[in-house]
């Protein structure tokens, strides 16, 4: 339960907050928990500034983690024939991705990441697979439309992925979901990833951008999910007895 004023969280049970005495509301933002979530997302101390500082936490404090993702994925490559297969596998399953998003998930909980962490996204890698591809198409469509929508719904299905690794949501609730949330704040949530890319744009004439790109937007991607919906069952929530 949370109050949908201060967004402070309390154990299920409560029924009004302590602080201000607002009644409580479900956490579960496919319920009646969209008023919880806006109380989390529309805090002031969540902004671009902070949510980059939170990404660089979640990238630092698993470097080498993520170093090793990035290398496996590079492997098949090498081999010419495989290269072409293997990218467009890359492109529609999210495997690499699922497992960064998840390594930083786990660092939100507190839980130090383990490539074993891999069964987590193949148990739910069907509705993954899912919200990757409608998401791309969408956008897609979007693109066609004037650029502006895809440029629109590029940004609002961000947090599918979280949603489906961290809740098991459907694909289809993780999309409506992130979109709903993200347009409540869409250009913070659009500039931080513009900074991301340039950052990797940067690293890329160090020859080191294709290392660095792919985890620092998946821990940005978490970063903007904490800071909405917090981690199911992690320390990213205040919680009050």
Do not use: H
Request: net charge neutral; aromatic share 10%.
């Amino acid at each position: 339960m949370v109050c949908p004023t201060c967004g402070t969280e309390y154990d299920a049970g409560a029924v009004y907050c302590g602080k201000d005495g607002s009644k409580l509301q479900p956490l579960d933002p496919q319920a009646q928990g969209d008023p919880a979530v806006a109380a989390r997302w529309r805090r002031p101390d969540v902004g671009i500034a902070p949510l980059l500082s939170r990404t660089w936490e979640l990238f630092k404090a698993d470097f080498l983690k993520y170093l090793g993702v990035s290398l496996l994925i590079i492997i098949p490559s090498l081999i010419g024939a495989l290269q072409p297969f293997w990218e467009l596998f890359l492109v529609f399953v999210p495997l690499p991705e699922g497992l960064m998003i998840t390594f930083a998930l786990q660092r939100a909980r507190g839980i130090e990441p383990r490539f074993d962490d891999v069964d987590r996204v193949v148990s739910v890698l069907g509705s993954l697979v899912l919200a990757n591809v409608v998401g791309i198409l969408l956008t897609a469509i979007g693109f066609v439309l004037l650029i502006v929508p895809g440029i629109y719904l590029g940004t609002a299905f961000i947090l599918a992925a979280p949603l489906v690794l961290d809740r098991g949501l459907r694909f289809s609730e993780a999309l409506a979901t992130s979109r709903k949330v993200v347009t409540e704040r869409w250009f913070v949530v659009f500039v931080v990833l513009v900074v991301v890319g340039v950052v990797a744009a940067v690293m890329d004439f160090l020859s080191i951008g294709w290392l660095i790109a792919l985890p620092l937007y998946c821990c940005a991607v978490v970063a903007v999910y904490e800071a909405a919906f917090g981690i199911a069952g992690g320390a990213g929530r205040r919680r009050v007895v």
